[in-house]
């Protein structure tokens, strides 16, 4: 039961500082002016009125549709929504930045009966103790009739100390210890729900690194994140996927899924697969969310084990 701990960008990626720029740290200040409507309490890690941020790198994303990489519009305004939120995190992921650093955030609706999903969804994928400044327009329609939701952000970022933007590559068998330093450290909260250690914890990593691929995520020389995953037949098995707990909340889960899906495709499988425990309520809920539906349940070590597959 390898798979799915959420305990759980490939080419270089660009400087956007410009050359002979010396970049400043950047400073987030939250403005809620007590003159105006303040953000109730439940909608303060996803609401405010606006955020300030020292100049730095500033990258502008403009509208995403719910539009998968192959071209085919999600259906749905859920679907949609989450594809969109989806598109932009890779943008940003490609231009070395976070969703932290997201000042502004624009989303455009078709349908005002989609506003309580909206704020649904991104209390499940953006929350922050600094959210976006956040504007929700509702619109006669887009410019693909077939879009229920569009969403523009602007970000902006500094690389005060010679930040190194996030690096993914495959293992080596010399990442064998830190591989198990982090999925020991991301399952290792998972050992007394379940009372025992997890499989990921006991698995033989010398040999894994040899017979399966590994995909890493550092940052500024730190193994934050990892996919371990295995070719088969008529899909592509997503045997471990471990996120530091120090960067949790980060959306690194979801970025090392989608890593995984353009493998998959890029191998010529429209399917992903996975298990993970029944007890992992908070696993589980990760992966519906992502897309992915339950095949079976059957027993697993004392418990139940819960597989699961997407349609890409």
């Known amino acids: 039961m390898g798979a799915a701990g959420r305990h759980l960008p490939r080419a270089a990626e660009p400087d956007l500082s410009g050359p002979g720029l010396k970049a400043e740290r950047t400073t987030v200040t939250i403005i809620n002016p007590p003159t105006v409507w303040t953000v109730p309490e439940p909608f303060r890690t996803i609401y405010t009125h606006a955020r300030a941020a020292q100049p730095g790198r500033t990258l502008f994303v403009s509208g995403q549709f719910g539009v998968a990489p192959d071209g085919r519009m999600h259906e749905g305004f859920a679907d949609q929504l989450a594809r969109a939120m989806d598109n932009v995190e890779a943008t940003l992921a490609a231009a070395g930045m976070r969703l932290p650093d997201v000042a502004k955030a624009t989303f455009f609706l078709t349908r005002a009966g989609d506003l309580p999903m909206l704020g649904q969804v991104r209390r499940a994928r953006w929350a922050s103790e600094a959210p976006a400044a956040v504007t929700v327009l509702v619109v006669a329609g887009l410019a693909r009739p077939d879009a229920l939701v569009e969403v523009e952000v602007t970000a902006v970022a500094a690389d005060p100390d010679g930040h190194v933007p996030d690096r993914l590559r495959s293992a080596t068998k010399e990442d064998v210890p830190r591989i198990e330093a982090l999925v020991q450290t991301a399952y290792a909260t998972w050992v007394p729900i379940i009372g025992r250690e997890p499989t990921p914890m006991t ?92 095949e079976r349940e059957e027993p697993f070590r004392g418990g139940v084990g819960v597989y699961l597959s997407k349609t890409l």
């Open 203 to 294: 698995a033989d990593y010398a040999l894994a690194v040899r017979t399966n691929r590994f995909d890493l995520l550092e940052r500024d020389g730190a193994l934050v994140a990892l996919v371990e995953t295995i070719p088969r037949a008529d899909h592509l098995w997503i045997e471990n996927l471990a996120v530091s707990p120090a960067c949790h909340g980060q959306g690194l889960g979801r970025r090392m899924l989608r890593h995984a899906e353009d493998m998959a495709r890029a191998l010529g499988h429209m399917t992903v697969r996975l298990g993970t425990n029944q007890a992992f309520a908070g696993n589980v809920d990760f992966y519906r969310r992502a897309g992915f539906v339950v």
